[in-house]
């Protein structure tokens, strides 16, 4: 959004402006501010005309000006209803040298997960992809997609739900032990099982040295109901009604629910944690631990060529993860599909 029309939405969220004070502050004509108003109001923004002059009656519910509006994170957002994938979308920015665009979507038609799977992606999710242009070695990289888990993982904990973070990157919901409908029987923590709130897949180019860009794409799952996602997933839908149910499933028939959470607030929320986060790389670690499932855990890790079976003992500061196994011993693994075993 250009900064003349920030001002105006500014201006007249405290009450209404004449078109000629507006014109007067900004230093710019009247017909320029008439023609800025009417782009907002196209942009999906309710601004009315009264005696007083303009006033704003409504910001858009969920797209790209909506999200920048009272945005305290330095991105522009590129908002479509439906796109084949946003990761694809964001490689197509990078080689136009586009930097700190996050590519967000109501639905994608060929979401990606990660080892190649495919990642459903309905109506009503929070798919979104951060493109940014660190200076820093492809060594740190695993970093932004840590500072990604905490972020989504915080900002689910605002919405108020318990999200917690599996190695290397699924926020995930612990599930208490009489609630095991609808989580993978394997997937088991100390605490009772888990279901997937959302994912992560970081895609980047560049050389030995430097990072040419970096495209993180965050899968969450807001606002459907959970039989619109694999086994073992939930939704931030679900799992607020779970809340207001007492922790009891009760399905809900309703396209949207009063459950749903107001996706605007959630996204500009995710995007100022992650922000903070890539700002100070030093925290990212910390910070993770503080909300993993994963340390303390029998786990079992799949690599591309072994599996990996025994109690996850710490994260790397570049997020590897050190674990006891059974065979081995001590073995670090960098990146892998980890599941939670049940203690032998
Ligand atoms: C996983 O397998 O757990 C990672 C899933 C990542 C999905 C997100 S949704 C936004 C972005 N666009 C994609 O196509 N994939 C990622």
Same mark, same amino acid.
Do not use: C, M
């Given at each position: 959004m250009n900064d003349t029309r920030r001002s105006i939405l500014?201006?007249?969220?405290?009450?209404? #402006?004449?078109?000629? &004070? !507006?014109? %007067?502050? !900004?230093? #710019?004509?009247?017909?320029?501010?008439?023609?800025?108003?009417?782009?907002? /109001?196209? %942009? *999906?923004?309710?601004?009315?005309?009264?005696? %007083? *002059?303009?006033? !704003? =009656?409504?910001?858009?519910?969920?797209? *790209?000006p909506a999200i920048e509006y009272g945005l305290e994170a330095p991105f522009s957002v590129e908002y479509h209803e439906s796109i084949a994938s946003t990761n694809a979308r964001a490689r197509e920015l990078a080689a136009d040298g586009r930097s700190d665009v996050a590519v967000l979507a109501d639905e994608q038609t060929g979401g990606k997960g990660r080892l190649d799977r495919e990642w459903s992606s309905p109506s009503g999710g929070i798919w979104v992809s951060i493109l940014c242009r660190p200076r820093v070695p492809p060594a740190r990289a695993p970093l932004y997609t840590l500072a990604a888990a905490v972020a989504t993982a915080r900002t689910a904990r605002e919405a108020g739900i318990d999200a917690r973070i599996k190695w290397p990157n699924d926020v995930v919901v612990p599930v208490a032990g009489d609630d095991l409908e609808g989580a993978d029987d394997e997937q088991v923590s100390g605490d009772g099982s888990y279901r997937k709130l959302s994912g992560i897949l970081t895609e980047m180019e560049g050389e030995t040295d430097r990072i040419q860009w970096l495209a993180v794409g965050i899968g969450i799952n807001a606002n459907f109901d959970a039989s619109e996602v694999p086994? $073992?997933?939930?939704?931030?839908?679900?799992?607020?009604?779970?809340?207001?149910? $007492?922790? /009891?499933?009760?399905? $809900?028939?309703?396209?949207?629910?009063?459950?749903? @959470?107001?996706?605007?607030?959630?996204v500009q929320?995710?995007?100022?944690?992650?922000? &903070?986060?890539?700002?100070? !790389?030093?925290? @990212?670690?910390? =910070?993770?631990?503080?909300?993993?499932? &994963?340390? $303390?855990?029998? @786990?079992?890790?799949?690599?591309?060529?072994?599996?990996?079976?025994?109690?996850?003992?710490?994260? &790397?500061?570049?997020?590897?993860?050190v674990v006891d196994d059974d065979d081995a011993g001590r073995i670090m693994v960098s990146a892998g599909d980890c599941t939670h075993l049940r203690p032998v």
């Open positions: 500014e201006s007249l969220a405290d009450g209404p #402006v004449s078109g000629p &004070t !507006l014109a %007067d502050s !900004l230093d #710019v004509s009247r017909a320029a501010v008439w023609k800025h108003v009417e782009g907002l /109001r196209e %942009d *999906g923004f309710e601004i009315e005309s009264g005696p %007083d *002059g303009y006033s !704003l =009656a409504g910001i858009p519910a969920y797209n *790209g086994a $073992g997933s939930t939704t931030l839908r679900e799992e607020r009604r779970r809340r207001a149910n $007492g922790g /009891r499933h009760e399905n $809900g028939n309703e396209n949207e629910s009063h459950e749903d @959470v107001d996706r605007r607030l959630f929320r995710l995007l100022e944690e992650f922000h &903070t986060l890539r700002t100070d !790389l030093e925290r @990212v670690v910390p =910070a993770w631990r503080e909300l993993t499932l &994963t340390i $303390g855990q029998r @786990v079992r890790v799949e690599l591309p060529d072994e599996t990996v079976v025994g109690e996850a003992l710490e994260i &790397t500061e570049y997020g590897g993860l």
